[in-house]
């Protein structure tokens, strides 16, 4: 096998199969890279038998030559070798030669490496997914779909299946939802399917944070295609297989209170701001608790006592109050993620009482809420 490839796109491949490549396996053949080079181009992939992420780097892209096929050909490469050294390598040009027993040249300029490869038969094969029913949903949509919800999985393996994100499609709505039992985020979107199928799976936090990162914030369509036990994303040049988590997802459609007793309209911004600032010296105490009160004339106060290091409030001036008077704990933390999690300048808060989980909304978009369960201060 041997071919000359631009150094950007081949840096770029490695960078996004590397996030699938774990150093801690039981299968050593995992911690390398498999290359493939056929007439096409050449595909790279990294798997760590949860995430598997297939990348292809094509001869030649919008009529700019990208590789030059001298030999076809296969081998697996130690992965965090060979992105150490095809990030530093010195040219704009990489040549890859794979010799007797798989041992592999890369030559740039005048940097010439030597790296004891693999034979890639022994690779494990990725899933074969009949793809049958897809759905599209843009780059951008998707990206902050995850980021929305993904911060609410449960990072405890007690309920393993909190780990993950739930994601049911009904037609052409996709609602995805997770938890960890003490705060809840869900976010809907609109998808372009060509049937009106139903799914209900959970996918890995982990997964989907993984292939976030590597998502561009453009409008071009990702495909998904959700089987039993996995599910594919399809962008132009890569293939995402995750595994999805065994067991069912508790209903969460009950956590969210249909009624509300105190209706609060404020300004993200001053609110997120005073609860950090709250949240200065509930860090050093217990759980990290601020404590917000309605005071007359719409003003809201927000409080947070350590007794070992002191206190702090502030008042924050609300848009409008509607309903009974309140004081509510509720975890900083929490309620950070949560306000940056949203998008939109103003947001509506409905308490059900003292000891009820609350919702946050923004009020130009329904289709996201975050939901928090409020803390006992006695």
Same mark, same amino acid.
């Given at each position: 096998?041997?071919?000359?490839?631009?150094?950007?796109?081949?840096?770029?491949?490695?960078?996004?199969?590397? %996030?699938?490549?774990?150093?801690?396996?039981?299968?050593?053949?995992? *911690?390398?890279?498999?290359?493939?080079? &056929?007439?096409?181009?050449?595909?790279?992939?990294?798997?760590?038998?949860?995430?598997?992420?297939?990348?292809?780097?094509? &001869?030649?892209?919008e009529g700019?030559?990208?590789?030059?096929?001298?030999?076809?050909?296969?081998?697996?490469?130690?992965?965090?070798?060979?992105?150490?050294?095809?990030? %530093?390598?010195? %040219?704009?040009?990489?040549?890859?030669?794979?010799?007797?027993?798989?041992?592999?040249?890369?030559?740039?300029?005048?940097?010439?490496?030597?790296?004891?490869?693999?034979d890639?038969?022994?690779?494990?094969?990725?899933?074969?997914?009949?793809?049958?029913?897809?759905?599209?949903?843009?780059?951008?949509?998707?990206? &902050?779909?995850?980021?929305? *919800?993904?911060?609410?999985?449960?990072?405890?393996?007690?309920?393993?299946?909190?780990?993950g994100?739930?994601?049911?499609?009904?037609?052409?709505?996709?609602?995805?939802?997770? *938890?960890?039992?003490?705060?809840?985020?869900?976010?809907?979107?609109?998808?372009?399917?060509?049937?009106?199928?139903?799914?209900?799976?959970?996918?890995?936090?982990?997964?989907l944070?993984?292939?976030? %990162?590597?998502?561009?914030?453009?409008?071009?369509?990702?495909?998904?295609?959700?089987?039993?036990?996995?599910?594919?994303?399809?962008?132009?040049?890569?293939?995402?297989?995750?595994?999805?988590?065994?067991?069912?997802?508790?209903d969460?459609?009950?956590?969210?209170? &249909?009624?509300?007793?105190?209706?609060?309209?404020?300004?993200?911004?001053?609110?997120?701001?005073?609860?950090?600032?709250?949240?200065?010296?509930?860090?050093?105490?217990?759980?990290n608790?601020?404590?917000?009160?309605?005071?007359?004339?719409?003003?809201?106060?927000?409080?947070?006592?350590?007794?070992?290091?002191?206190?702090?409030?502030?008042?924050?001036?609300?848009?409008?109050?509607?309903?009974e008077?309140?004081?509510?704990?509720?975890?900083?933390?929490?309620?950070?993620?949560?306000?940056?999690?949203?998008?939109?300048?103003?947001?509506?808060?409905?308490?059900?009482?003292?000891?009820?989980?609350?919702?946050?909304? *923004?009020?130009?978009?329904?289709?996201?809420?975050?939901?928090?369960?409020?803390?006992?201060?006695?």
């Amino acid at each position: 096998m041997k071919f000359i490839i631009q150094k950007d796109y081949l840096v770029q491949s490695v960078q996004d199969v590397m %996030k699938a490549v774990s150093s801690r396996t039981t299968i050593p053949i995992l *911690t390398g890279i498999k290359l493939v080079v &056929n007439e096409e181009g050449v595909t790279l992939t990294g798997s760590d038998s949860d995430i598997s992420i297939e990348s292809f780097i094509p &001869n030649e892209d919008e009529g700019k030559e990208i590789v030059e096929i001298i030999k076809t050909g296969s081998v697996v490469l130690p992965a965090r070798f060979f992105s150490e050294i095809v990030k %530093k390598l010195p %040219k704009e040009t990489v040549e890859v030669e794979v010799q007797n027993h798989f041992s592999t040249i890369i030559r740039s300029g005048k940097a010439e490496f030597n790296l004891n490869g693999l034979d890639a038969e022994e690779y494990p094969h990725l899933p074969q997914i009949e793809e049958e029913n897809v759905f599209k949903i843009p780059n951008d949509l998707l990206k &902050n779909m995850i980021r929305q *919800t993904v911060f609410a999985v449960s990072t405890s393996e007690t309920r393993p299946i909190l780990t993950g994100v739930n994601w049911r499609v009904d037609g052409k709505e996709l609602t995805c939802v997770a *938890t960890d039992s003490h705060r809840l985020a869900s976010r809907k979107a609109t998808i372009q399917s060509e049937n009106d199928s139903s799914y209900n799976v959970v996918i890995p936090g982990k997964s989907l944070s993984e292939f976030s %990162k590597i998502l561009d914030d453009s409008n071009e369509l990702v495909d998904i295609v959700i089987t039993e036990n996995q599910v594919l994303f399809k962008t132009k040049h890569l293939l995402f297989f995750s595994r999805l988590l065994d067991g069912n997802y508790p209903d969460t459609s009950r956590l969210i209170p &249909n009624e509300s007793k105190t209706d609060v309209i404020l300004n993200v911004k001053e609110f997120l701001q005073s609860i950090d600032r709250a949240s200065l010296l509930a860090r050093e105490g217990r759980n990290n608790v601020v404590k917000l009160s309605t005071l007359p004339d719409g003003v809201i106060e927000i409080s947070s006592n350590s007794p070992e290091i002191g206190k702090v409030i502030e008042e924050v001036q609300s848009e409008s109050i509607e309903g009974e008077e309140l004081k509510i704990s509720f975890s900083a933390k929490y309620m950070l993620d949560a306000l940056k999690a949203l998008e939109g300048s103003t947001i509506k808060i409905n308490f059900t009482g003292a000891m009820r989980p609350f919702v946050i909304k *923004t009020v130009e978009d329904d289709s996201m809420l975050q939901l928090i369960l409020p803390v006992r201060t006695y």
